[in-house]
């Protein structure tokens, strides 16, 4: 989203493992990515907290602090901002830098603001010597780390070779290149600003296909690749939809060291604002999948109630675990475990703070109101304090003693998805750390399960265990083991989702569901499941439909389309033949190859009793015995690359049977072999 707001930013430690400090003059360890964390030199965990800057007269008070391009007057006000928040007390060790294109832009021109077609590069070099790198340096003396972000926005839709691209690519290459910048430690690059759509394989502009990320990964990636002829400072990546879309960074991530990717977050997205459950689940679809193998840093996020008109962000403080955003962000952020983030909040608003509240018969302010923002993150933000040991890392640090699966010894997972890996090493210390994207895996039934990047990929029904090796920085080295049970319709509380559209509940015990007001529960597939070699799908039912329940099934991703609808009544048994589906009142027969959403539908307020949902291909609807009555193993790996034919790699670990989706007609390797592509796939 485009803003014309105040700014403000303000970053918290996640981790009860190290956290830094930030004085003047401090020594800050040079930072790397290892694993899914940021680390410093003698291998603490990191997490930065810290506030955001931009350089205009516009987003410096509104014009009223100083204008005409006046370097000093700039300078002057920011530095002081800097000062002047330390002081107040807040506990940051980073900025979030902003090249305005106040700066680089052309004066008088009528284009786009924000970016590329007002850009003068002979301004952006002048500039970029006499203010951008000038602050940096300072925020430096004052013990922050730097994240720098290019002038402006992205437009509402990119396209690899695109001017957009060719801008950033200019920049990037300027940036890069500065002795000042080059592989300087406490100074990162966030390489762009809330992308939204890019045109995929098919032709089409969007965000939710893994076409259009593939092709987002050959965007950014040439970006990296530019910045990385010149320097290894630490990258962070965006995603799409302003920032809020990342799962297909799981199938096909950025390559390279030091890579992280920055996310937005705002009451509203990741289906915040509608308590925890919804909020951990949306988190879990489009963030955890790069969190299990990388960092992240939440470069904007604030809210307050609105009637205070300081924060993009409207909502309340909250409950951890109930309702409101606030303290639902710390809790899921502090569980992740790797995520730096910050406030976005005027910076000179944070200078103002006290911390005193409000005398008796006063009202709150934005910046005493425990429900905003400022009043309870300047309070984590203390909390989270510890004391840095410059001294290195302990023996008993990086000693490990432990290996602890935190999923349990026994997990279910729905086939065609994934789900998260968590793996604990547990250190002499007493400390913990998530270690599932550099552990080793020894599977005994890899064509039912794959675990890739810290996930685990549940290719076909059935049960696997899995041997889980990992050598500790000290050299000792541990083992763990985990049983998978591998199923397309689990009836279990961590997979089943009663409020995928209102508010429901789901007792797994009994298998009673209630759902919300006309609300639906059921399973979710984010990259289709594939039906196709099934002729039925059964649900046995286990007492009378009271509510009006149906029974749906959705093609499309996206809960917003036409079903196939199969009213319940009172049999005790729906059949569904999956060759023969139609969505409902039409004559448009449905697609069982990818099948996205699955579940019951009802006015609410009554139980159904799930007692048993399976596939088949037997005439008589029975249930089949195993795996292997449908599925043959498959002695070809399930998870692949895919090349041109000219040999440039355009996905990373696909699964096999979308390894083609949305590619254009031509020629490719698979794995390894040529595959021709022909028609709409």
């Not at 349990?408 to 729905?414: C, D, N, Q, T």
């Not at 699964?655 to 595959?675: C, F, M, N, W």
Request: one cysteine or more; charged letters at 20%; glycine letters at 10%.
């Amino acid at each position: 989203m485009k803003k014309i707001l105040v700014w403000c930013v303000v970053l918290m430690i996640f981790m009860p493992i190290t956290h830094l400090l930030a004085w003047e003059g401090m020594p800050m360890p040079k930072l790397h990515v290892e694993g899914r964390y940021l680390k410093d030199s003698t291998g603490h965990v990191v997490n930065l907290h810290g506030f955001a800057q931009t350089y205009s007269p516009w987003f410096n008070e509104q014009n009223t602090q100083w204008n005409n391009y006046d370097v000093q007057a700039c300078l002057n006000y920011n530095q002081q901002i800097i000062d002047d928040i330390l002081t107040a007390g807040w506990e940051m060790n980073f900025v979030r830098l902003h090249m305005d294109p106040y700066w680089s832009n052309t004066p008088g021109c009528s284009g786009r603001y924000e970016g590329e077609e007002c850009f003068s590069e002979t301004r952006f070099v002048k500039y970029l010597d006499e203010v951008f790198v000038p602050m940096a340096e300072y925020a430096v003396t004052k013990g922050l780390y730097v994240v720098m972000r290019p002038p402006g926005v992205c437009p509402d839709s990119i396209e690899v070779g695109g001017v957009y691209q060719e801008y950033l690519l200019k920049v990037w290459d300027i940036v890069a290149q500065h002795p000042k910048l080059k592989d300087n430690p406490n100074i990162m690059f966030e390489l762009a600003n809330e992308p939204i759509k890019i045109l995929g394989p098919d032709g089409t502009y969007g965000s939710g296909t893994q076409g259009h990320f593939d092709n987002l990964k050959t965007y950014f990636q040439a970006i990296v690749d530019t910045i990385r002829a010149s320097t290894d400072n630490i990258l962070w990546i965006p995603g799409l939809g302003w920032q809020s879309q990342y799962s297909g960074y799981a199938i096909n991530p950025i390559e390279g060291e030091n890579i992280g990717y920055a996310v937005h977050v705002y009451p509203g997205w990741f289906n915040s604002g509608n308590g925890y459950e919804p909020f951990q689940r949306g988190w879990n679809e489009q963030v955890q999948p790069v969190a299990d193998f990388a960092p992240i840093m939440v470069t904007e996020m604030d809210w307050a109630p609105e009637k205070y008109e300081s924060s993009w962000g409207k909502d309340i403080t909250g409950t951890a675990g109930g309702e409101g955003f606030g303290a639902n962000f710390k809790k899921i952020t502090d569980e992740c475990g790797n995520v730096s983030w910050l406030l976005f909040t005027d910076p000179n608003l944070l200078t103002d703070f006290t911390g005193i509240a409000p005398a008796a018969g006063e009202e709150y302010t934005f910046l005493n109101d425990p429900e905003a923002c400022p009043w309870p993150i300047y309070q984590w933000f203390k909390d989270y304090k510890q004391e840095y040991n410059l001294e290195g890392a302990s023996e008993d640090y990086l000693t490990l003693t432990d290996l602890i699966v935190e999923n349990g010894e026994a997990l279910s997972v729905m086939t065609s998805s994934s789900t998260s890996l968590t793996v604990n090493a547990v250190f002499a210390d007493g400390h913990t750390e998530n270690i599932s994207s550099l552990a080793e895996y020894t599977i005994d039934k890899p064509e039912i399960i794959q675990v890739l990047r810290g996930r685990i990929h549940a290719l076909k029904d059935g049960e696997a265990n899995i041997v889980i090796s990992y050598t500790g920085p000290g050299g000792n080295k541990m083992q763990a083991t985990v049983q998978v049970n591998a199923s397309t319709f689990p009836l279990t509380n961590e997979v089943f989702n009663p409020d995928i559209w209102e508010d429901g509940s789901f007792d797994e015990t009994s298998g009673t569901l209630i759902t919300g007001q006309y609300g639906f529960g059921g399973w979710y597939y984010s990259n289709g499941v594939d039906l196709s070699n099934y002729k039925y799908l059964v649900v046995k039912l286990g007492n009378t439909n009271a509510c009006g329940f149906s029974f749906r099934l959705y093609d499309e991703n996206s809960y917003w389309t036409t079903p196939g609808i199969y009213d319940v009544g009172n049999e005790d048994q729906v059949v569904v033949s999956l060759d023969n589906m139609y969505k409902d009142g039409t004559t448009t027969k449905m697609d069982p190859s990818h099948i996205y959403y699955v579940g019951f539908w009802s006015t609410g307020g009554c139980p159904l009793i799930i007692d048993d949902i399976y596939l088949t291909n037997d005439e008589n609807y029975a249930k089949p015995t195993g795996i292997y009555d449908l599925f043959p193993v498959d002695s070809e790996p399930e998870f692949v690359d895919v090349y041109t034919i000219t040999g440039a790699r355009i996905r990373s670990q696909v699964k096999r049977s979308q390894a083609t989706k949305g590619l254009k007609d031509g020629i490719y390797i698979v794995g390894r072999k040529k595959v021709v592509v022909v028609g709409n796939n």
